[in-house]
């Protein structure tokens, strides 16, 4: 198995006074981690490889990820809480919070349809409440109405704001280490793909493998 990746949250607390799109992305592009997408697991199967970046940062109650997606296929025919987004245009964050622990799977389409659940391992899942949900914010530039599939050049941004009290976590001003991974998927559009942030070795697609998550530090 590989080293796995690590990747640092730079603590920003003044993210949680910012109310536009806008503001807050330009503070994550100035001041935040930015990282790419670009594990191509099962090459043979799947070998499309959009281009997906993610500009991640916490202000001690939240955690901030912005993903950015260059794409040939645009699909969002998902609108309902904890339904299949992964069949359309995807960007995942799963998040093990204590080592050896439950993790937290967050799975959103371009719409910023959201299905999130955690567990201890991939068939015995808690789903997350509407109410759960309901506190994750998602700001997309795709807007929030579902489509059938468009092709041609698409650029995507899609910010999702995470609570840390909602995966059990409370900062307290000190280095905080978690483990975790980042995707890209599409299992449904015209080019499937599966892409990741840390490499998973599994012979198919397989995002629930904690075995395979990188290090992630709140600073």
């Known amino acids: ?5 690590k990747i640092e949250f730079s603590y920003l607390p003044q993210l949680d006074s910012l109310s536009s799109f806008d503001a807050i992305v330009n503070l994550l592009d100035e001041k935040a981690t930015r990282r790419t997408i670009e594990a191509v697991n099962w090459r043979e199967q799947f070998p499309y490889q959009p281009l997906t970046t993610f500009t991640a940062a ?3 109650k939240n955690i901030y990820i912005d993903f950015f997606v260059r794409c040939n296929f645009l699909r969002a025919e998902n609108f309902t ?9 995807c960007v995942e964050f799963f998040v093990e919070p204590v080592p050896g622990g439950e993790y937290w799977n967050f799975e959103f389409n371009c719409i910023g349809t959201v299905n999130a659940s955690h567990r201890m391992e991939r068939p015995a899942p808690t789903r997350l409440t509407d109410n759960e949900i309901a506190r994750i914010r998602r700001y997309g530039s795709c807007g929030s109405r579902p ?3 468009l092709e041609g050049i698409f650029t995507w941004n899609l ?3 995470i609570p840390l ?3 059990g976590v409370e900062y307290k ?5 978690m483990r975790g991974n980042f995707y890209k998927c599409a299992s ?3 080019q499937p793909h599966y892409l990741s942030w840390n490499p998973i070795d599994t012979p198919a697609p397989d995002f629930h493998r904690p075995e395979f998550f990188g290090d992630i530090i709140l600073l």
């Open 81 to 89: 809480n904890q339904s299949k987004v992964s069949e359309d245009s």
């Open 147 to 149: 489509f059938r599939e």
């Open 159 to 161: 910010l999702v704001v």
């Open 1 to 5: 198995m590989n080293t796995p990746k």
């Open 173 to 177: 001003g000190e280095a905080l280490k």
């Open 58 to 60: 916490h202000s001690g």
């Open 188 to 190: 449904a559009a015209s």
């Open 165 to 167: 009290d909602l995966i």
